[in-house]
């Protein structure tokens, strides 16, 4: 096991009517921005428990984050903010709300420029406005993470800092149940993809992150087609909602390598085409998979044995079973497992390269090798 630090501050309020816990986490006397996306908040409830919630507060509103944050919309809640001195930082949503307020957070108290430069340049974030949320989507781990995703224009990129890293979130999952299959599958695979990101590399002897990890996914694999099958299930829900969080709050990637070249390339073919991250994960992923099978062998042997239980063939063939139960898996989850599956031609290739090179995406993967040569292949067997 490599050494590590490992810290994770946001208190977890997980459960039916959490929501209340807000009148005791924001705090006395502060003047709160609640911020949300496109409206699912109107019009499953949530809206209303959260302003009961914040009764006696002094507190005003933001709407319209789109999923795949915009650096445009975001900065105009920063002026928002600095214009009506907003102190405390709501955020009610999915990943991509979440996600926006951090940035914002960041970008009000950001004096040395255009704050996109904390993204391109990567510079440092200094100071940032405390931040908690209510998640509605369980998926990108960002209600507990320090890691922020936000587009401009053509880009998509990643930002992290420990000091937008939210006090507290609020997790009652059956304020999932209104989401609709398609964005169930999404974060059913995300979650997925997360633990896939930080497993699937090369043995270190990491025996409690990887039993975690092979946990987290089971109980994906097992949970997932329920929530699309049984959608009314509270109880299904709640255990992806738990697996969602855990598989990207810093645990089972605490002294381990990580991969996570699937999601850089991801992200480029977000920017392009639109399509949602989760799919692009779900299209990516196998083809990661195949083109690094040498040097993934011994965790592609370790998954195939513990998470889909193939102890039978040569090693070659365990590792094709595992591939192929994974994509199974995506067909069940409903998402598409190649460039095909979503109209997309080989043009993609060169596209997409040519964005990763842009944005210095050159050295990706556990092992710093996925240089653009490699990233073409991985985009060519993905189509
Ligand atoms: O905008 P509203 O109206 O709220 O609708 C949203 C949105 O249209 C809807 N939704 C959310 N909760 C709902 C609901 N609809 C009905 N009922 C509910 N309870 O779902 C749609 C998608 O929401 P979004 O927040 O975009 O989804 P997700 O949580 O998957 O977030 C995706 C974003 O997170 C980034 C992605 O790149 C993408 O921009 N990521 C962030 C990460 C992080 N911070 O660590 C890591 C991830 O790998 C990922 O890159
Ligand atoms: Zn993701």
């Known amino acids: 096991m490599n050494n590590f630090t490992f810290e994770n501050t946001t208190r977890i309020h997980f459960g039916a009517g959490q929501i209340e816990k807000l009148a005791e986490e924001i705090p006395e006397g502060s003047k709160t921005l609640v ?69 914002i957070a960041a970008a009000v108290r950001f004096d040395e420029g255009d704050p996109w430069q904390i993204l391109t340049d990567h510079k440092p974030v200094e100071d940032a406005m405390p931040i908690g949320c209510v998640l509605t989507l369980p998926a990108t781990g960002s209600e507990t993470n320090i890691a922020a995703v936000v587009s401009r224009g053509a ?32 974060g059913v695979v995300d979650a997925f993809v997360h633990t896939i990101e930080q497993y699937l590399t090369y043995p270190v002897n990491a025996k409690i992150q990887d039993r ?9 694999i097992e949970e997932g087609p329920k929530a699309l099958t049984t959608p009314k299930d509270l109880e299904v829900r709640t255990n992806i909602m738990w697996a ?21 390339i991801g992200h480029e073919l977000t920017a392009e085409y639109g ?20 040097k993934k062998k011994g965790k592609l042997l370790q998954y195939a044995e513990r998470v889909w239980g193939i102890t039978d063939g040569s090693d070659d063939e365990r ?34 390269t040519t964005r990763l090179e842009n944005h210095g995406m050159t050295q ?4 710093g090798d996925i240089d653009i040569n490699a990233a073409r292949s991985i985009l060519q067997l993905a189509l």
Do not use: C
Request: net charge negative.
């Open 244 to 264: 969602a969080t855990q598989a990207l709050n810093g645990l089972i990637g605490a002294g381990v390598p990580q991969d996570w070249a699937t999601h850089m």
């Open 35 to 103: 911020l949300y996306g496109g409206g699912s908040i109107k019009s499953n409830g949530v809206y209303e428990q959260v302003a009961k919630a914040l009764e006696g507060k002094e507190w005003g509103e933001f709407s319209g984050i789109e999923p795949n944050p915009q650096y445009d919309t975001l900065m105009k809640a920063v002026e928002k903010i600095r214009e009506e001195e907003f102190d405390y930082l709501l955020a009610v949503g999915g990943g991509s709300v979440v996600d926006g307020t951090k940035f």
């Open 319 to 352: 590792i094709d079973g595992a591939i192929s139960a994974t994509v199974a898996f995506f067909r069940q989850m409903e998402v598409p497992v190649s460039l095909s599956d979503v109209d997309v031609s080989d043009s993609a290739v060169k596209k997409v």
């Open 275 to 294: 399509i949602d991250h989760a799919r692009t994960l779900s299209i990516i992923l196998p083809a990661v998979m195949k083109m690094q099978r040498e």
């Open 364 to 367: 990706l993967g556990e092992h």
């Open 212 to 220: 975690f990890a092979e946990g987290i996914l089971l109980t994906l």
């Open 155 to 186: 880009d998509k990129l990643p930002f992290i800092s420990p000091l937008v890293r939210p006090t507290f979130a609020i997790l009652d999952p059956a304020t999932t149940l209104s989401l609709s299959p398609r964005q169930v599958s999404n």
